[in-house]
């Protein structure tokens, strides 16, 4: 069974930084794509970053240049690096796994954690 969690989450001014991590069980993730993605007030869920079966990182552009996604035991653990956060980065934060390989730049997960709260005051 798939287990996704996520963790790291808080509170920070504008221009802080956060590091959220997830871990990834009950499979071996290494041929999957695995993404961040978030959800603000009123607002859709978003896929901000990923890494493809190939180990490319792919990142949207509201993030590009900020935010960094890394693995750090093979693709069952993840982390996202987050700089120069902004009042719009305040979202709910959620980490997946999905079983394609490639383009894997949407929200057509099979597997997604609880999420973990990540919010900026001005």
């Known amino acids: 069974q798939v287990h996704v969690a996520e963790s790291g989450g808080g509170s920070v001014q504008t221009g802080g930084s956060l590091r959220l991590s997830c871990l990834a069980s009950?499979?071996?993730?290494?041929?999957?794509?695995m993404g961040w993605f978030r959800q603000g007030p009123g607002k859709e869920r978003e896929w901000i970053a990923a890494?493809?079966?190939?180990?490319?990182?792919i990142y949207a552009d509201s993030v590009k240049g900020r935010f960094t996604i890394s693995q750090d035991n093979g693709k069952n653990s993840l982390s996202l690096r987050m700089n120069g956060l902004k009042p719009e980065d305040t979202a709910m934060y959620y980490c997946?796994?999905?079983?394609?390989?490639?383009?894997?730049?949407?929200?057509?997960?099979?597997?997604w954690g609880q999420g973990t709260q990540v919010t900026i005051s001005s």
């Open positions: 997946a796994a999905d079983r394609r390989r490639f383009y894997c730049f949407n929200t057509d997960y099979d597997y």
């Open positions: 009950g499979h071996a993730f290494n041929s999957y794509c």
């Open positions: 890494i493809d079966s190939d180990d490319n990182f």
